[in-house]
């Protein structure tokens, strides 16, 4: 019963396929915005011209000596122009992708802008069953996916492979159908055990 | 119900359940009959104005639990993980905790914020982030506070920045309005008095009557000045020499507790006096009911529950004329009156005061009178930060135009924040509802919206999921109307993962959210020294550019 029509919020956007060769793929898809990227590459450029000093001399520790000349008033600087790139940078994410194979796995895989692609296999008899968690933080609250695996302490997050500053966090009416997918295909994987 | 607009409560305060106390209970009995009167039948629907959907607690983190617990009755608790800095304060930040403020006020749906307890700072900061955001708020005051110390004096002036701008407030009893109204200048109309209850079906009393022949006397409180705990130490041995049938059992711990001891060794009473050290909240029924008399020596009390819990079960003490004995603050005096109740106690009856005390006091009454409050605050006008703005520079010739450049401030940066993150961004959570079926196995439904209106169109093709469960009976609610079969098992999977691995995820989450961040300020900092380092010959000289920022 679920909408193969895509679902948008923000900049996140879902797709589903659930045709494809009998696998499950469901992916959520991130929108790079472009004033981003700039402000992100100037302010690292305004970092760089600003505080580091190329003396041109012919003795190399002098050289290295003064590469490392920052000015006193700049410190602070330093810390704005860092913070500013750091939080205004692009998300290396592009997409994410869950491919539900039935009675065989699942397979996470992260996309990047780059063109790398990180995958991660869990096979179907590991996982005991996928959740969807409330996450609390100090100054933001937010859903997460996870899975819970068999005899391992740690949750697995679906959609939040890579740890960086800017986390890919999909809104709720996107991770739901994923967490039902993937509930069914666990589902009957244990009636087909017992 | 579709009819009528389902409010949401947030009770904030930094005091709750791991911790026990007045408060606490005051806040999770309260919760519980809001839930309950919540979810009544039809017909007293209308009987209020509005009704309440839900009530959501917030509160800082207690050790290891932090993130989202749901308590008994689906009472959903935030444990913000702000730690705490001094007697289970969250570390006053005034603006730092904006962000999640907002963030759960837009996402749960708040109509009300209803903060609790004076000395706490997560309590002052949440009613004025409310406040700036437009929303209706009331505080409850639960304790006298004095007026010539320092510390008092700091705090009345918190609270008279809080109660400036607030639309209702109430307090326990008539003391505690006088005591409030003199502490902050509020105008004693907006103030009400919903007194505290007692939860008589916990308190009741012992179903054997103990002999008189031995007459036990109970004390059970924190040995602390304020609870006159030195009046106990003169009490004490001058009632067990007047009387050699009469035996003590002191329960609770503190800094007088040498005290005790030491009167103890002193007059040798290691037979007749009991100290039983810090007593667990579930444990003191069964101390209470192996006594007569219920002492309380305190000095000043806004309320006390102690002695409702010791009238409750059956025990003598202070309370309407014919169960209570009055005295001063004074040995002599105490004596005299623990005479007269030693003289009465033949004649008294314990399951009639309990009785008795079941009707006047109770928590079903507390949170119907509380929701008049509520009524009565959202009847209030919404009003822009102009108009507030007045209302802060009567609270003193500095301190007025200090609190108002506080609230422009924080207004900005709730334009900011606003910016940022817009509220569109912020997802609203699906309600979920707890219900027992005839097989008392609770199953929890999980009702989403659509487009910000509840049960709005039945086109929620795309928010179907689970199989369809129809209990065969269970409350109202359910059989109500057919579309109430939305089924989630988002709850339930909660519910069983809670079971198993509580922990796990919350401290994994709270890892989650802060190791990035922890890692760059430490490579910041890292490389400030090393730049430092090389740059100046000394150290001083690295202080000394630490604190002067150009």
Redesign the interface.
Known sequence: ???EAP?FH?KYSYHHDGKAQQLDIHEILVKRSRLGIFLSYSMVVVFLGTNVYFVTTKVFCILI?TF???N??S??S??VC?LLA?FLHYNPVKKERVVIMPAFGVQLETHYWSGRIVRLFVPISKIL?????????????Y??L?L?LRDE???M?VF?LI???QKLQP???ML??V??AL?AAINCEETSIT | MDQQRKHTILMVSDFFYPNFGGVESHIYYLSQCLLKLGHKTEPDLNAFAFKIGLVVVMTHSYGKR???RYVTNGLKV?????RAFLMQNTLPTFY?TL??IR??LI?ERISIVHGHQAFSTLCHEALMHARTMGYKVVFTDHSLYGFADVGSIHMNKVLQFTLADISQAICVSHTSKENTVLRSGITPDRVFVVPNAVDTAMFTPSTCRLSCDEIVIVVISRLVYRKGADLLVEVIPEVCHLFSNVRFIVGGDGPKRVRLEEMREKHSLQDRVEMLGAVPHARVRSVLISGHIFLNSSLTEAFCIAILEAASCGLLTVLPDDMVVLSEPDPGDMVHAIRKAIVMLPSIDPYAMHQRMKKLYSWHDVAKRTEIVYDRALQSSDENLLRRLPRYLKCGSWAGKMFCLVMIVNFLLWCLLDLW?PV??I?E??DLVFIRNEHEDVRIFVFLRLNGFRWRGMDC??????DAFIPSSGSGFCNRSGKFQWI???AF??R??FD??QR??FR???R??????RL?CFV?ALL?CV??S??FESGVSLIR?LVS??
Do not use: H
């Not at chain 1, 069953?129 to 609250?141: A, G, K, Q, R």
């Not at chain 2, 093709?461 to 689970?466: C, I």
């Open positions: 019963m679920m909408s679902i923000s000596l490392f000349e920052v006193i008033r410190i602070w330093i810390l860092f750091k069953s996928s959740m969807l968690n409330e996450c609390v933080t100090p100054v933001t609250c859903w997460s996870a819970l302490g740690e949750l997050l939040q740890r960086s500053v809104p709720l009416k739901v159908p967490w039902k509930r | 932090t993130g989202v935030y444990y913000v993980p702000w730092l962000p999640i963030t759960i996402r993150q569109e961004s997802e959570v699906p093709s795309q928010w179907v999921f689970g989630s098992e988002v999977i909660f069983r993962v198993l691995r796990i995820r994994f989450v709270f989650n959210g802060f190791g990035g961040l760059f910041i400030l730049l430092n090389v740059r550019m920022f150009d």
